[in-house]
């Protein structure tokens, strides 16, 4: 259970390596799926979740700095624990409607805005709330693809998606990240924002991810739903689209 992984051995998930966080956080997702009907029932359980989301946020901080730091590794450590198909898989989806997104929850680590530019050359316009991870996301990729390609296809914002109000005129896209809170917050705010006709990808958690993530109801007056892989989907954040 969520609560044995996490306190197995009375871990100081601050001290924890990249290596063994990663490892501590492909364990949860391997075994999520598996107990997607437990239910939340004690408080040992309450504060094993709010120690997941700060197991996830501090490895992305940590392969960032030790990135920067020269352990290319630990990098292809954590991608090699996502699923490098789903982000390709999205891009394609997304690269029907335009060829820039607004990616709200973007991390230290964006791998799969990285896999957009890989496969489709998709441009994405960062936005974060932690300052330090939006700092350390802008470092990593001049580091990974060097700074001129930066400068065409990526731009940074220390901003959270419910107050962002800078997004481009041609930008028709938008993501939300699964382990974004305040989604219909942010929803409600993208309406007011973006372009007609945008495309929202909003990941929704599954298994006991939806008792870390925040859920999100899929009904909803201010958009179309135009697809939902939720049912079918064998993965741990599950796309829907919105249209505005």
Do not use: W
């Not at 009907?37 to 989301?53: P, Q, W």
């Not at 990098?75 to 898989?89: F, G, H, N, P, V």
């Not at 470092?139 to 990974?144: A, D, I, P, Q, S």
């Amino acid at each position: 259970m969520l609560t044995e992984i996490l306190y197995k051995n009375h871990l100081d998930l601050d001290k924890l390596a990249v290596f063994d966080l990663c490892s501590l956080v492909n364990q949860y997702r391997s075994r999520s799926i598996e107990y997607s009907g437990f239910e939340l029932s004690n408080a040992e359980e309450v504060i094993a979740k709010k120690n997941l989301l700060h197991v996830e946020e501090l490895l992305e901080r940590k392969i960032s700095t030790a990135y920067l730091a020269g352990d290319d590794e630990c990098l292809k450590c954590y991608m090699d624990i996502t699923s490098r198909s789903y982000y390709e898989a999205e891009a394609n989806y997304l690269s029907r409607y335009g060829d820039k997104v607004c990616f709200i929850g973007s991390g230290a680590v964006p791998h799969s805005a990285m896999v957009y530019y890989q496969k489709e050359k998709l441009k994405s316009i960062f936005v974060e709330r932690n300052s330090e991870a939006i700092v350390l996301a802008e470092n990593l990729l001049k580091k990974y693809y060097g700074k001129t390609i930066v400068d065409n296809y990526f731009s940074f914002n220390a901003c959270s998606g419910e107050n962002f109000n800078q997004i481009d005129a041609d930008c028709r896209l938008c993501v939300i990240a699964g382990h974004c809170s305040n989604k219909q917050a942010i929803l409600d705010h993208l309406h007011s924002v973006l372009p007609k006709n945008s495309y929202i990808l909003l990941r929704v958690p599954r298994g006991l991810y939806r008792y870390i993530y925040e859920d999100i109801i899929r009904d909803s007056k201010q958009y179309k739903v135009v697809n939902d892989f939720f049912a079918n989907s064998t993965i741990l954040d599950c796309p829907i689209i919105y249209k505005v």
